[in-house]
């Protein structure tokens, strides 16, 4: 009741409606998952849908049961989780520095652009072959398909962040005398804060691509090698079960920056 005394029942009002509607909403996605996968489970069940092909949900749970009795799910999950925050980590990281270098030299960035905008097009699966011979087969190129996946776009967003911050603050920075290094600081790199937040979202997924498509070229072991390898002796519930983990991690790393935004948000 405390926390209610300083507000106006239209505030008051107001503030449950937003609750309700986002129960509302999480309910909503719950109902959607549930009722898909139950669909699914039904339809392979009256064999409309024939279990070998498309699996189902039992077959799932069955298959994940296996790995976990074997000693081998949590093991792949390792590698693969490890390889994918690796490399999210490393192309964030990167990716900011350069857009930092590109932000801080207006030539520098005219004449990198062109190049960026290539390698942002280039498809990343036909290096496969030249990392193989370049880096070897270990964990290694896994890694670095994940990075040249992810790195460009983290530039490029990032870069848009910096570029996007209200050319009149500059102005009154560079009128105080502010340095590139304190405008940097003081202006561009927090009210940018949204723009990296963003960014983290969509290397998230990318970062998960880059290391499943590594371990379909290079693995013997992790996710992306459970896919190849059912899919080569046509054990397709282990296909999906190994694509339902994918989904469940993807979300659940989505989550975290999503929580980790609400917090910058309000500190920003």
Known sequence: MKNTMNFSSEHIAYLK?????KIITVT????ILALILGLWELLT???V???????????????LGSLYASGDLFRHIGITLGETLAGFVIAVVSGYIIAILLWSCQTVRAVLEPYIVVLNSLPKIALGPLIIIWIGTGYTAIIFMTVIVAVILCIMNTLAGF???DGTKLTLMKAMGAGRLATLKKLVMPASMPALMNTLKVAVGLAWIGSI?????????????LIVYGGQVM??????TA?????VLAGCMYGIIALVEKFVVKQF
Not at 49 to 63: A, E, L
Not at 235 to 240: I, R, S
Not at 243 to 247: D, G, K, M, S, V
């Open 49 to 63: 849908m024939d279990p070998f092909i498309t699996s189902s949900p039992s077959r799932v749970v069955k298959t």
């Open 163 to 165: 570029m996007a911050v």
């Open 45 to 47: 069940y009256l064999k």
């Open 28 to 31: 909503l996605r719950w109902l």
């Open 17 to 21: 409606k937003q609750k309700r509607k």
């Open 213 to 225: 498509m590594g371990e379909y070229i290079v693995s013997r072991a992790g996710l992306g090698y």
């Open 235 to 240: 054990k397709l519930d282990l296909v999906m």
């Open 243 to 247: 694509t339902f983990i994918l989904c």
